[in-house]
């Protein structure tokens, strides 16, 4: 008797596992029952945040490569994540999948630098700010800044003459001043300090605590934040009265037909400052640094600058630089690029997995963190042989795609590069030609925050040749 009431529970159970497996089956094409890849995750909560900020990050992400592979999970500031270092994955999340990962900042930092600003944001909205940027930065705009910037260059540098300056600290400043120029053309002069005065308010609060009451550096630098959305608030409405147009960045923000709110376009020019400005100085600081260590290197330099002089003296050209003779530098830029490998000033950059997302036979599951290592590919003996050595004539070849990836790639790689590049160059073109240098003090240390920059920002002392 008993064993006929088995037999529906035979079966219901029989069922059960049947769906179970088919359900499993189901889920596991929907990647559910994938592998996390390899890795800890550290405590709860602080995860492996004091590993990461004990030591020099690089070495953290180093030594879990070595130890994890390519691809590894950890747990840092309260966020569980995937880091990446092989070419085929940046290339996967930056790339071909990038609808699949989001950029994702703290809170804090998209307040202080404004929510609507182009790095956070995705999607139709991300697509026009970024068609607006270019429009501002492709080679054919920046192109008519360059006797703009040279004479930028070349009051930096003589107002630095016999002096005893800390490089980074200059270099930023002639950064921003060339952040304003292609932002406000030739009407950056008239704002310059007023902005520079609450931009630098702005920037000591950016890794403070984010405590909004009166006092605290947050608070201050959310004051100056108002204070620069207003100075801007002032240049728009005096702009729309002329009615003129302009080639620079807040021409193009301003001159869109669909149109950006004030609000949109202060956002965008805060956020384009501070993509700018500490970037290029850092790197031009590293620059200077590995010149100065490297004497064959600074003197084929100084050969290949002399000669655009030379050439021009031939002619009795001007002695102004111009857009083709920016492109007479071969070993300069080299130099540029090597520096960008070495130094990877950006060790990395964060995206958010949108949804469950499979790669090579691993979960990233929807809502973890996803880290492209750039630095970590730069430095994979593999891709660059001895990559600790600074050798420029590793550019010769021309690297492999997505292994020399200084500017990032795909839809939110850097709108600036030419830019950079070209303000890099120009500045090398006055220092190498003019003056030599001398650096002060022990120079081997590496501070971090949150950019790899030589200790102390690099002190020298510039001499003029005579
Ligand atoms: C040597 C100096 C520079 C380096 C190494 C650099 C590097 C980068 C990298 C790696 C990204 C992509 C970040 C990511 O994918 O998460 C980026 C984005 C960006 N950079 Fe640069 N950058 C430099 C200079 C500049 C300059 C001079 C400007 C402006 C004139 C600029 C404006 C931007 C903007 C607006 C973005 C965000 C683009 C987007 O989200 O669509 N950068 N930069
Ligand atoms: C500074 O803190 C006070 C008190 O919390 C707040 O009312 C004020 O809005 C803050 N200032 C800014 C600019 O956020
Ligand atoms: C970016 O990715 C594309 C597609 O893989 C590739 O062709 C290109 O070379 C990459 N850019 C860099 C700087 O590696």
């Known amino acids: 008797m008993a064993f006929y009431f088995m037999i529906p529970l035979f079966a219901s159970i029989f069922f059960i596992f049947l769906f179970n497996f088919l359900l499993n089956l189901f889920k596991s094409k929907k990647s559910r029952d994938l592998p996390l890849p390899p890795g800890t995750l550290g405590w709860p909560y602080i995860g492996e945040t004091f590993q990461l900020y004990s030591q020099n990050p690089n070495v953290f992400f180093a030594s879990k490569q070595k130890r994890y592979g390519s691809i590894f999970k950890t747990h840092i500031l309260g966020c569980p994540c995937v880091m990446i270092s092989s070419p085929e994955a940046a290339k996967f999340v930056l790339v071909t999948k990038s609808h699949l990962f989001k950029p994702t900042f703290p809170a804090s930092k998209e307040r202080m630098l404004g929510k609507q600003a182009i790095f956070f944001s995705q999607g139709q909205y991300h697509a026009k700010l ?22 930028i260059a070349k009051d930096s540098l003589q107002s630095l003459e016999g002096r005893l300056i800390t490089t980074f600290q200059e270099m930023k400043t002639y950064t921003f001043n060339v952040a304003l120029l292609s932002i406000f053309g030739e009407d950056e002069v008239k704002y310059r300090e007023d902005l520079k005065r609450c931009y630098y308010i702005l920037e000591k609060g950016y890794n403070s605590m984010p405590i909004n009451i009166p006092g605290t550096l947050f608070n201050k630098s959310m004051k100056a934040r108002k204070e620069l959305a207003q100075i801007l608030a002032k240049i728009i409405s005096t702009r729309r009265e002329t009615k003129q147009e302009y080639n620079d960045l807040l021409g193009s923000f301003m001159g869109d037909k669909e149109g950006l709110t004030d609000e949109q376009i202060a956002d965008n020019i805060i956020g384009v400052i501070f993509a700018a400005r500490d970037t290029t100085a850092s790197v031009l600081t590293w620059i200077i640094k590995y010149l100065g260590e490297n004497p064959s290197v600074l003197q084929a330099v100084t050969d290949e600058q002399e000669a655009i002089v030379k050439g021009k003296e031939k002619c009795g050209e001007e002695q102004t630089l111009s857009w083709a003779d920016t492109k007479k530098m071969p070993i300069t830029s080299r130099v540029i690029q090597e520096t960008l490998r070495v130094a990877s000033i950006l060790s990395f950059t964060f995206r958010e997995a949108v949804a469950d997302v499979e790669y090579e036979g691993y979960l990233i599951p929807k809502g973890w963190k996803v880290l492209p290592l750039f630095r970590n590919i730069h430095h994979s003996p593999e891709i660059f042989p001895d990559p600790e ?30 830019l950079a590049k070209l303000e890099i160059m120009v500045l090398l073109h006055h220092l190498t030609t003019k003056y030599r240098w001398s650096m002060v003090g ?25």
């Open 130 to 151: 970024r068609k607006l940027v270019l429009r501002a930065f492709v080679p054919e705009a920046v192109k008519s800044f360059v006797s703009n910037i040279e004479s």
């Open 389 to 418: 050595k600074f050798d420029p004539s590793r550019f010769e070849v021309v690297p492999k795609p997505n292994t020399f990836m200084p500017f990032g790639n795909g839809t939110h790689s850097c709108p600036g590069n030419e």
């Open 442 to 466: 022990t120079n081997s240390g590496i501070q971090y925050g949150p950019f790899a920059l030589p200790q102390n920002g690099l002190p020298i002392r510039l001499i003029r040749k005579s």
